[in-house]
């Protein structure tokens, strides 16, 4: 009987920890103490466990892309060899195991730096919007100011561009995404600098 009594507590126990550790992980979704091995490019790096980290919200350059080296590099410099804190939103990995995370260096968010400076544009996904304001705020301004990746002028190649008001992406009217869109879903603009001035991201397929 006293066996079972002393088991019966543990598994108490057990459970009620675990209930604690998921509360917090809930209320309070930032792991702080990670230690960053190396850095892919704009937006990804890898931690010292080995584990991917893909950044939240933005996309930077791809190797083929003008400031993809500037961009690596100023993530590089703020991130390589330090402790950062990872915070969650809605999906806490990706399709291809990457763990997805606002990033921290103190009180400086990464992936709005990286938007500020100019080294990276906002890729919101509809589940993850906690810092989609912020995100849209800093990359009206460096495009205002015309800094980094916004200092390369791109001709208007359309006659209108298809936004869609659920993915927060803009495409040519003839890109198989739109065509695929349904219509409650569409929203038509004139340039590519009006659906910028939206938040849409431009599509990665169609690139307009």
């Known amino acids: 009987m006293r066996s079972s009594f002393f088991k019966s507590r543990w598994i108490f126990y057990l459970i009620f920890v675990l209930a604690v550790a998921l509360l917090v992980f809930i209320f309070y979704p930032r ?9 892919f ?21 791809e190797k083929s892309q003008p400031y993809f080296e500037e961009a690596k590099e100023v993530n590089r410099k703020m991130v390589e060899g330090k402790r950062i804190s990872l915070e969650y939103d809605q999906e806490i990995r990706d399709k291809y195991s990457r763990i997805l995370a606002y990033v921290w260096v103190d009180s400086i968010l ?8 100019g080294f990276a544009w906002v890729y919101i996904h509809p589940l993850n919007l906690k810092y989609r304001n912020l995100f849209c705020s800093l990359q009206r301004q460096a495009r205002k100011a015309r800094i980094g990746i916004w200092s390369i002028p791109v001709p208007e190649k359309e006659e209108y ?33 009006e659906a910028l001035d939206s938040c849409h991201s431009p599509c990665r397929f169609c690139k307009p």
């Open 31 to 39: 792991h702080e103490g990670w230690k960053v091995e190396k850095v």
């Open 41 to 61: 490019d704009g937006d990804s790096i890898v931690l010292q466990s080995g584990e991917t980290v893909r950044y939240i919200g933005i996309d930077a350059p």
């Open 110 to 117: 990464i992936n709005a730096e990286l938007i500020k400076r």
């Open 161 to 193: 561009y298809l936004g869609n008001k659920r993915s927060f992406r803009f495409h040519r009217p003839d890109c198989k995404y739109a065509l695929q869109m349904a219509g409650s879903n569409k929203i038509i603009f004139k340039t590519r600098e």
